[in-house]
Each structure stands twice: as C-alpha cells, then as structure tokens.
C-alpha cells in the first residue's frame, strides 16, 4: 500500500454556537423562523443548505396558509420517490407548534406502487375532488397532471417545489413552464426551495422578472454551518491522479471516516466500463470480504486491523439493492452510527440523501454540473454528536495543461463554490452554433461587432442581456430529434470532458507527429459519441460530434473571444472549460483562494488557502459589488451610514439581512470598496 499523502483542501472553520439547531417557543430553528415570518407571501423562494430544515419550514407554512390564509389545498412536488419521506407526519405541537403535520397515507404518492404516470395522475385528480388537503408527489407526476387537467383546476392551491433548481427558465422545460403559466393566472400560492441556487448547465433557474415577484428568505451554508452544535471544520481537496483511480483511491480513502463514495459514470473516461468489478476492487482494497449482512444486504469487510466495515453498495441495480436501501432508510437505525460504515453509489446518494453521520463524500471523475459538486457536499455536512469534522474529494484525472491553468480553473471552481454557499445564482454565457446558410440573417438582440452582420462570412454574435453568444460555422449539421438537440445545447461538455481525458487521444495528439488531426476529431470523437448515446441516429450523432468539436476548437484555439486578446490558449481541457462554463462570471471576482501546488503521486493536488468566515464575505462583497449598479457618490453616503450602524449595533450591515435597508447599506460598502479598489489600480 502506497503511504498516505496529507490532504490538501479548502478548510472552513465554524464557531459552533448552536443558532442553527436551537428552536424556538415554537419549534421553528434559525431559518425556519425566518421563512415562517413570510408565510404571508403569495410566492416565496426559500434558499437554504441541506440540513437547515427547509421540509418542516414548508410544514409550518402550508399549515398556516390552510388554516389561516384561505388556502383551500397544498401540492407538494419532489424530484424523487425517495425525497417524499420528507413530509411524513410530524408531531409539531409536541415542540410548540399549534398544529401536527399530517398527510392522509393514500396522498404521499410517493410511497404509491407504479411510475409517475397513469394512476398517480389519476390519484391527483381524485384529491382535488376530495375534503384531504394536502398531497405529495413527484415533480413528473405533477407535470403530468398538469397537462392532463390543466392550470385552472389548482385555483386557490398552494404548490410548494422542493429542488426547485430543477426548474429553469428555458422554454423546454416542463415545470418552468407551468409555473409561468401558474404566476400568469396568478390563482394559486408557490413556495420554491432549494439547496443550491445552480443548475450547471447554463441556464437560469428563473428571469429576473418572474424572480422578481418572489419573497426571497436566503439562508447561507456559512449561517448554517456556523450556528452547529457539533460540526465546526469543512475541508474540500482537489486531486489529480494518472492511470487508473483505483490505483489511487485508498491514498484519499480513510476506512475509518463514514464515507460516501461515488464512483465515476460508466461513459465516462474514468470508468473501467464495469460497475461491479469496480466495487468489488474498492471492497477488496478495504479488506477481507467476510460475505453479506442476511439482515440488512450491507457488506462485510474485515480491515486487517480486526475491524469489521459494514458497507452498503447502491451500485448493484438488482432485488438485492431495495434491502439496502431500506436498511439505510430504516427510522430505527437514524440515531445508530455503527449501522452502517460506508456507503458505494453511482447515480444515488446526492440529492436529498440523508445520512447524518456522514464525514467524507469522495466523488470519482469530473463533475460538469455545479449542482451536482453542491448537492454531494450537502451529504457531508449535517449535524450529528461527536462529528467534528467533514470533507468533500474530488479524485480527478490528470488534466493535459499547465499546472498554472488548472490552479486558474480550480480557483474558479472554488470560487463558484464559495458563491454558492452563499445562495447565489452564477451563470456563464451560453454558445449556440447554427450552421452558416445564405438565408441567414442577424436575431434580434444580438450584437455583431463593428460592422454588423455580414452575410459573406461566419458571424459571432454576442447578447448582452442573456449573455448568450451566436456562431454560424459552414457545413455544420444541425440535430434532428429533441434529445440530440437538448445534448448539443446542454451536455457537449461531457462530450468534450470524455474526448480529452481518453488516454488514446491524449497519447496520439502529443507524440504522435504522423497523425492526422482529422483522426482524433472524427474517428475518436465520433467513437466517443456513439458509445455515449447509442440509440441516437447516425445523423444525430454526426451533428452532436461536429457541435462538440467546434466547442472544442472555439476553447482551445479562440478563447481571445471569451477572455483577453494576448491570453494563452494551449492546455484547454474539459475541467478548465467546464469550469469556465459555470463559473464565467467569477472569474470577474479578483480572490485567490490558491495556496501552492503540491506532488501527489505521478500528478499533483491544489492546496487552497482557508476558506473562512472572512474569506466568504470577502467572496459575498465582490459579488455584491459586481451586481448592484450604484454611483460612486451614493455608494460613499451609504458607507458613511454604515461606519454609523456599526457604532451603534457592533458590526457591519449585512449583505444577507431580511432588512432592506440594512441590504443596501451593505451594498454600498461593498460598491464603495470596489471604487477604491480600481482607482489604486488604475
């Protein structure tokens, strides 16, 4: 066994004062109070980490707008069957409250046999006929119901999103489109939450406008984390490895941490194609397999110190898999931290997945989705006695580049991150490639550069209020079905991330001086795209193959058009342009959270410096300087009145205050710095 090599990580340090999980005369902790006094807003956005107690938040709220509002019926829709045992009764008045949760069993379609489909629609229809007055079901069976019975029917109904970053503003997406259609008709109360304000994937989980009309209650992950009884240090590691992970799996993995680990995707580069082989190879590394646990279908692995780890694997898609997850999902076993020691997942495990006792997420292959790294790290990051501390690692292969553009790519990473943990929405601009053909014209709202479009040549066009850009490219063959288009416009960085981090392209692009380039962009490209989307047509995958590449060429060999005009663009890869992606806009934000470099292995891991409560704020005021539009006059008066709000409450006004004025005097300090900030560098 490889000696163990020290972690290296952003730390988060907290003060553990207890706010978080203290509750009320009634029950209700630190945000559940804040939200609950907004329960009279007709539309409600509830921002806040996993574990703050956004589910009873909702309980509270659609019991008082029953009870006291007027409102005749609650729908409450979640991404996932498993999420719906979210709003199992629950005996409020036992803490203070003045009503219990409950839900008529029949009504949680949930935990209803069958898919999402056919009678759970039916179901839907049958309770809004009936006297019950609150149901749960997913968002698809919602979706459906929707387009079976239309918008009308929920007059006079609250609908309550849980995740709503599945929402988007786009206009293919189903519940985006239904919740417009529900605040156009503007008959029915909306309660949104969610845990990260992200999509990852470019898109906007709501238009200014509509998110306009929303009361927004913002929970940070700081406050959260902050105000824990037990949980005070949060470290998050970066690591880059060659070869195989399962060469370098252990040297990341404690056996003696609860850990979550998530094995790479199976198209993915990472993967060895076999889920299963990759399991057992992680068991075997562990230890000595003992046989599985008749009673609870975990596995049993004996450490060669005599300790036995009980490990449950959700990567298995057999009979088997349901004991296992009703073992880990057993109310009995919630409090018992010995029940269970490490858990193997594939696509399970994230989003709203609740192991309390969890202290290490260790996620395998490059993630696109910023959602998806957010939602990991909410695994990791819940209370629970005599759990000091929690990790989130990301095991990466090796990117072909500088060691100085990935630390670049990484800082972003971390500072997109630290954004969301801040509950704020960051987007990158999005690139839409159409073929070049004579009968092309300039769109609306789209600027061309000096000179306009220009029907002799390729245009690129950039939409300054979507931040959105336009290229033609000759030749270019357009997708033909919904789910190849939805790929070009949403998943060609996956694409990309597979291409560039397959070792065969890699070796022949570098040393190979014969090759013809034509070789690797379309005979491994096109191999790639159709392992990767099998059951696309020829002519689907051609397009996705030709709008992957010319993505790829505009990162490496045009990136003066998305940054500056001397930048270096050799050693683009799919972390950097992922990256890139979603963190467009904070690359605007002047924070190094870079420490040094590191060896680890036949690679390198990035050591960040410490992401402490300062550093947030640092991250929370650049980002509200960038997005508030105030003159530099008013910005110095209302710095003046917050010098005088400190003196008088001992700190400074805060950017996340429910006080708007409070809001925006904190927004004129961060404004005021700014302009102070450009004049020392101009």
């Known amino acids: ?117 056919g009678g759970k629609v039916d179901a839907v229809e049958s ?69 990260s304000y992200f999509r990852g994937d470019a898109e906007a989980v709501l238009s200014p406008t509509d998110e306009s009309r929303f009361e927004t209650i913002t929970y940070t992950y ?49 993967s060895t194609k076999d889920k299963h082989k990759e399991v057992e190879h992680i068991l075997n590394e562990l230890g000595e397999w003992q046989g599985i646990d008749e009673a609870t279908g ?3 692995v004996k450490r060669p110190n005599g300790k036995i780890l009980k490990i449950a694997d959700l ?21 018992n931290r ?15 997945f609740d192991w309390i006792w969890c202290e290490h997420a260790l996620t395998i292959g490059y993630r696109a989705s910023l959602t998806e790294i957010i939602q990991i790290i909410g695994r990791a990051t819940r209370d629970a006695k005599g759990k000091t501390h929690a990790r989130f690692t990301n ?79 000759k030749g270019l063959v357009e997708p033909q079905s919904k789910e190849a288009k939805r790929i070009c416009q949403e998943d060609l960085n996956e694409v990309i991330a597979t291409f560039v981090q397959d070792k065969r392209s890699i070796e022949r692009g570098m040393f190979d001086e014969e090759m013809v380039p034509e070789e690797l962009t379309q005979v491994r490209m096109g191999k790639i795209v159709r392992d990767k989307y099998p059951e696309l047509s020829e002519e689907d995958q051609e397009a996705v193959r030709q709008h992957a590449v010319a993505a790829l060429n505009l990162t490496q060999q045009a990136k003066s058009i998305l940054t500056t005009p001397n930048s270096d663009a050799s050693g683009s890869t799919a972390l950097i342009d992922g990256i890139r992606r979603f963190a467009m806009d904070v690359r605007e934000l002047e924070i190094d959270l870079i420490d040094r470099i590191n060896p680890f292995s036949e690679a390198y891991a990035i050591l960040a410096k410490t992401m402490n409560e300062e550093s947030l704020r640092q991250v929370a ?43 925006r005097m904190a927004e004129g300090v961060a404004a005021f710095q700014r302009y102070v900030a450009n004049k020392k560098n101009d």
């Not at 400074?652 to 205050?657: C, F, I, Q, W």
């Open 1 to 117: 066994m490889k000696p163990k090599i020290s972690i290296p990580t952003v730390m988060a340090t907290y003060a553990q004062n207890g706010n978080s999980t203290k509750a009320n005369n009634m029950g209700m902790r630190t945000m559940q109070e804040r939200a609950y006094q907004k329960r009279g807003e007709q539309y409600l956005l509830i921002k806040s980490p996993p574990a703050s107690g956004k589910s009873r938040a909702l309980m509270f709220i659609v019991l008082d707008k029953l009870h006291n509002q007027g409102v005749k019926r609650a729908i409450i829709v979640v991404p996932e069957k498993s999420i719906g045992s979210s709003f199992n009764d629950e005996p409020l008045t036992k803490f203070g409250f003045w009503a219990d949760w409950k839900v008529v069993p029949k009504w949680n379609l949930c935990n209803a046999a069958g898919g999402d489909s």
């Open 222 to 270: 700081y406050e959260q984390l902050n105000g824990y009884q037990y949980l005070k240090q949060l470290d998050m590691g970066y690591y880059f490895y060659t070869g195989s992970y399962s060469d370098e799996i252990l040297n990341v993995l404690d056996p003696d941490e609860k850990t979550i680990i998530h094995i790479p995707n199976v198209n993915s580069n990472e």
């Open 395 to 473: 095991l990466i292969a090796e990117p072909d580049a500088t060691e100085e553009a990935v630390a670049d790519a990484v800082n972003d990473t971390l500072k997109a991150i630290s954004a969301s943990l801040l509950m704020e929405q960051v987007l990158a601009p999005r690139f839409n490639f159409t073929p070049k053909n004579p009968s092309n014209g300039p769109v609306d709202g789209y600027d061309y550069g000096e000179g306009g479009y220009d029907p002799s040549r390729e245009n690129i066009g950039f939409n300054q209020e979507t931040g959105q850009f336009q290229i033609e490219i």
């Open 338 to 352: 010995d029940h269970v020691d490490m858990i193997i997942a594939l696509g399970m495990a994230k989003e709203g």
């Open 298 to 300: 975990f596995h049993k």
């Open 127 to 195: 309770f809004l006929k009936s006297t019950d007055q609150v149901l749960v079901c997913t968002h698809a069976t919602f979706r459906f119901a929707v387009d079976k019975y239309g918008i009308e029917v929920f007059d006079n109904c609250l609908i309550a999103i849980d995740e709503f970053h599945h929402v988007s503003d786009k206009e293919d997406n189903k519940l985006g489109a239904h919740l417009k259609q529900f605040m156009a008709r503007d008959k029915g109360h909306v309660i949104a939450m969610t845990g």
């Open 621 to 663: 005021s650049a980002i509200a300087a960038r997005k508030t539009n105030i003159s530099e006059e008013e910005a110095r008066d209302l710095a003046k009145r917050a010098k005088k709000f400190k003196d008088e409450n001992g700190r400074l006004p805060s950017l996340t205050s429910q006080d708007p004025w409070e809001k």
């Open 315 to 335: 990567v298995d898609d057999d009979v088997k898999r349901t004991k296992v997850l009703n073992s880990l999902r057993d109310p009995a076993q919630k409090e």
